[in-house]
Every structure is written in C-alpha cells, then in structure tokens.
T-cell receptor
Framework: SQKIEQNSEALNIQEGKTATLTCNYT??????LQWYRQDPGRGPVFLLLIRENEKEKRKERLKVTFDTTLKQSLFHITASQPADSATYLC?????????????FGAGTQVVVTP | GAVVSQHPSWVICKSGTSVKIECRSLDFQATTMFWYRQFPKQSLMLMATSNEGSKATYEQGVEKDKFLINHASLTLSTLTVTSAHPEDSSFYIC?????????????FGSGTQLSVL
C-alpha cells in the first residue's frame, strides 16, 4: 500500500541553525510534492511545491529537494527562528490523481529554542 | 492571498445529533473543495472531494450517508456529520483550489474541532 513517512519525533533545534526534515514514500510515483506548515488547532499553510522533474526549490529561508530515485524529499529551514516552530507536513500527488488531490504525511514537529 | 473561511471553529454536540460545518472561499470561486479529518499527531485523511454542482466523490471507507457533502455554490461547501457518535470526534478541515492559479496551492480553512458527547 502507499505510504508517506515523516519522522514522528519532534526536531529540537537551536535558533540560527538549519532544520532538516525528511519525507519518504513507498509504492508511490508522485508527480508533485508539497510542503505545508501547520500550527496547533489550525489548518495547514502552503509553503512550497516541487515537481518530479525538479531537483530543488528555494523560497527565502526554505529549501526543498526531491529525489525520485531515493523516493525522498528533504525540507530545510535555514537560520531557524522560534517563529518557525510548528508541524511541517509533506503531501504527494500522482500524475493520475485529480488536481489538488494530495495525500499527506503525519508531519514532523519542529521546536526552535532561542 | 486567497482565503478560505471555515465555521464553526469548534462544536460540542450530543450523540445522535447532526452537525453542519461550512467552508467558504472568500475571494475566489472554488469549483473543487476537499474535506479531511485529522486525529492528534496523525496525518490529514482525505474524506471526499466536493465538486460544485455535482455529487461529491468519497474516499474508500468513508460513509457518504454519514458525511453528507453539499457544494451548492462556487463559494460554499458544507459537511454534515449525521447522527454523530463519540468516534466521530475529530478535527475536520476543508481546503479549496483557486482555478485562477496555475499552481496547485491548496488553501485551507482553520479547521473545526468536533466533540461528540
């Protein structure tokens, strides 16, 4: 069965360091991969989209890589700040699925301490 | 940016009653909306795809008679949890795509925490 795995353990990191999160998938051929931020009791907020033919995407302090051979995406937050503390979700869509129909991972919580 | 409003943000109800949750796109017309449920520290589970003017498409294992979805206008989709029971207690979230955008960015509502007593 299709599976999306994100590290369930919280990532504790010191302010200013780089946080790196992983998203691994099995039995999936995603054409699109997204990363979202979710704060407690709130809906997710879109951060980045990367396509299967793209290796890397950047947006301000965020960087996403997509390795279809390893079946893995890495999400980096550079120069992390306490305000970056949240849960980060990856989401995948296969080419055959309808537009917007993404499957989500359970997320990894990031805690940035001053 | 595009905004999706979800209401109510939380609701407590007695077992056996029905609860309606609204999802509105405020500044764009959403031909498609998605409904999810989320348990603590778990992923968003897609329940159904709501299409304006047609029947919703439910994911496998989701009871369509239990979770009624209506998408009567381009800016409003509703999810009604019928005859709610304690096991229906969960965080329900909607999302919408803006057809005016070429990317696949989903805009999410703020979620509804449902507690069934």
């Amino acid at each position: 069965s299709q599976k999306i795995e994100q590290n369930s353990e919280a990532l504790n990191i010191q302010e200013g360091k780089t946080a790196t999160l992983t998203c691994n998938y099995t039995n999936y051929s995603p054409a699109y991969l997204q990363w979202y931020r979710q704060d407690p009791g709130r809906g997710p907020v879109f951060l980045l989209l990367i396509r299967e033919n793209e290796k890397e995407k950047r947006k301000e302090r965020l960087k996403v890589t997509f390795d279809t051979t390893l079946k893995q995406s890495l999400f980096h937050i550079t120069a992390s700040q306490p305000a970056d503390s949240a849960t980060y979700l990856c989401a995948l869509r296969s080419e055959g699925d309808s537009w917007g129909k993404f499957q989500f991972g359970a997320g990894t919580q990031v805690v940035v301490t001053p | 940016g595009a905004v999706v409003s979800q209401h109510p943000s939380w609701v407590i109800c007695k077992s056996g009653t029905s609860v309606k949750i609204e999802c509105r796109s405020l500044d764009f017309q959403a031909t498609t909306m998605f409904w999810y449920r989320q348990f603590p520290k778990q992923s968003l589970m897609l329940m159904a795809t709501s299409n304006e003017g047609s029947k919703a498409t439910y994911e496998q294992g989701v009871e369509k008679d239990k979770f009624l979805i209506n998408h009567a206008s381009l800016t409003l989709s509703t999810l009604t949890v019928t005859s709610a029971h304690p096991e229906d207690s969960s965080f329900y979230i909607c999302s919408a795509r803006d057809p005016g955008r070429t990317n696949e960015k989903l805009f999410f509502g703020s979620g509804t925490q449902l507690s069934v007593l």
